[in-house]
């Protein structure tokens, strides 16, 4: 039991941490941490909207359609950090 929750939490860190890098190089900024939070937050957000708005991807893969919208999100939180900042 307790290994697929740790198998379950490091892909929720690596999706986060390759959302953050992806949104980091559309928007600029860096850092691992930065990395990391952006992309974790990003994936709620992300998410979020998506199911909100009702918006289907179309990829197939479940990983990488987690990450395309991790990185979606992360850019919106990016943006609306900057905008308030």
């Known amino acids: 039991m307790g290994d697929t929750n ?28 930065t990395y990391l939070v952006s992309g974790l937050i990003g994936s709620f957000v992300g998410g979020y909207l998506f199911s909100a708005l009702g918006i289907n991807l179309g990829i197939s893969n479940a990983l990488v359609r987690q990450i395309v919208t991790s990185t979606i999100g992360a850019i919106i939180v990016v943006l609306l950090a900057r905008l308030i900042a």
């Open 6 to 33: 740790n198998r379950s939490m490091l892909m929720f860190i690596g999706i986060g941490l390759v959302a953050g890098f992806l949104a980091s190089l559309v928007v600029g900024g860096g850092g691992l941490i």
